[in-house]
């Protein structure tokens, strides 16, 4: 393409503004809608995967399986023990780290404040490992204090603010069921999960504590039991060896229904990116059928601009302008009009996608949706809109440059 005609082009559709304008339009559409789509489909995929991230590192759940009879499910049996998870972390080679969970709810008193959390968790020392949560201050509970059933605990930013307040909670001692607990540490902050949930909003405490002190129960008997696998990869490999492991220790004959289940999160992590990928395209693609709707509309405007300058086409013919040289300039103009049109509408699909997120995190109270520009969208829209311009403008172009010199000379 030389400079001349470039400026040619550029002359030629600045005479017909407003034609051009509306020209373009469909395809501004079409590209800040498919823009739009795949910019809002990789944030919900970010938010889907830091959520994950969030709940800890290559996390696997083992929990009890749901108890049916006669075809009814009536919940689930305790069936997992604290024995079971030191099983685990120490007879499955994929396996980095494990920690009971038994739950808990009660009120919490410090003082003249009273609060119910809405997460108590007895766990074990390993729980910051497996959940990769750093503490803000202090320290966590050791192997010694879960043996013991130690009256300490961590607390959640949540709880420093409604009992705490300013002062430091360190040191502090709070009641739960009139039963004395030291705070040794406090969490750093997490925010709201994907529904909306407080995730500071929890006391941890040795597993043995609340068995024992505030459930009063002698049994070992556990909710769940937290997993992290060694590393990504290695995630259905331990999940093989959880399995294995837990029917042998629970006399599970081959065949039979097993009395737990193992879920392996980045698995899930993986489906739920499937799905938000899998709906974006398919947005994306239902929004790509305005850029056909644009293409046409050039097509049909350089015919009309064909048929309108057929006498200056003669001229330029009769001085000695080749075939090659109206069809580099029909397509020239063509394609001009579609990449302005990819331009403005990339531009549009940026706002529309940063102003569309920023309305989700205004009315929703869970995580905030990250704001992403799709540079992939981008190039795709660039490319795309230069190839509309080739595909929709080569006809007009060659129908241009093949018409007769006299024919055209003669046309009024």
């Given at each position: 393409?030389?400079?001349l ?23 501004v ?11 809002l ?11 994950f ?25 305790m ?28 009120q ?8 119910n ?17 750093p503490?803000r201050?202090?320290t ?11 009256k ?15 002062s430091?909670?360190?040191?502090q001692?709070?009641?739960i069921?009139?039963?004395?607990f ?5 969490l750093?902050?997490?925010g ?5 949930q ?25 909710n769940a039991?937290?997993?992290?696998a ?12 959880i ?5 042998e ?18 698995e ?5 990116g ?6 974006t395209?398919m ?5 790509a059928?305005?850029l ?24 330029r013919?009769?001085?000695g302008?080749?075939?090659?040289d109206i ?5 020239v103009?063509?394609i ?6 990819g ?16 309305l989700i995190n ?26 509309v311009g ?11 440059s093949r ?5 055209a000379?003669?046309y009024?």
């Open positions: 393409m030389d400079f005609t470039l400026r040619i082009a550029i002359r030629a559709l600045a005479k017909n503004k407003l034609r051009a304008g509306l020209t373009v339009l469909g395809l559409i079409g590209i800040a809608a498919v823009s739009t789509m795949v910019s489909g990789q944030s919900a995929s970010a938010l889907v995967q830091s959520q991230e969030q709940l800890g590192t290559n996390v696997i759940v083992v929990s009890p399986a749901q108890q049916q009879r006669a075809g009814i499910t009536r919940g689930a049996k069936t997992l023990t604290t024995q079971d998870a030191n099983s685990i972390a120490a007879e499955c080679p994929a396996v980095l780290a494990t920690t009971p969970v038994v739950v808990f709810a009660g919490v008193i410090y003082g003249n404040s009273n609060f959390p809405r997460e108590m968790y007895g766990v074990g020392p390993d729980y910051l490992l497996v959940r990769n949560w503490l201050s202090g966590f509970f050791s192997a010694r204090d879960v043996a013991s059933a130690a300490v605990c961590i607390i959640g930013q949540t709880l420093v603010a409604k009992l705490f307040q300013t430091n909670p360190i040191g001692t709070i009641r069921k009139n039963i004395p030291k705070v040794i540490g406090v750093e902050p997490k709201a999960d994907l529904v909306g407080d995730q500071d909003n929890l006391i941890l405490m040795p597993c043995t504590s609340v068995r024992k002190r505030l459930q009063g129960s002698d049994f070992n008997d556990v039991i937290l997993v992290s060694r590393s990504l990869t290695q995630g259905p490999d331990a999940k093989h060896e399995t294995q492991l837990l029917a220790r629970h006399r599970i004959h081959p065949g039979d229904r097993l009395d737990f289940n193992v879920q392996d999160t980045a899930i992590a993986r489906v739920l499937l799905i938000t990928g899998t709906l395209m947005l994306a693609a239902i929004a059928i305005s056909l709707v644009g293409g046409v509309g050039i097509m049909n405007i350089m015919l009309v601009s064909v048929t309108e300058r057929t006498r200056e086409i003669g001229i013919m009769a001085v302008a080749r075939s090659g069809l580099r300039q029909f397509l103009e063509a001009l009009l579609s990449m302005v049109g331009i403005i509408g990339f531009v549009l699909g940026i706002g529309a996608s940063t102003g569309t997120t920023m205004s009315l929703t109270s869970g995580s905030r949706w990250p704001i992403i520009i799709s540079l992939e969208a981008g190039v795709i829209a660039f490319a795309f809109s230069a190839a080739v595909f929709f403008g080569y006809y007009p172009a060659r129908r241009a018409l007769d010199p006299i024919e000379l003669r009024e």
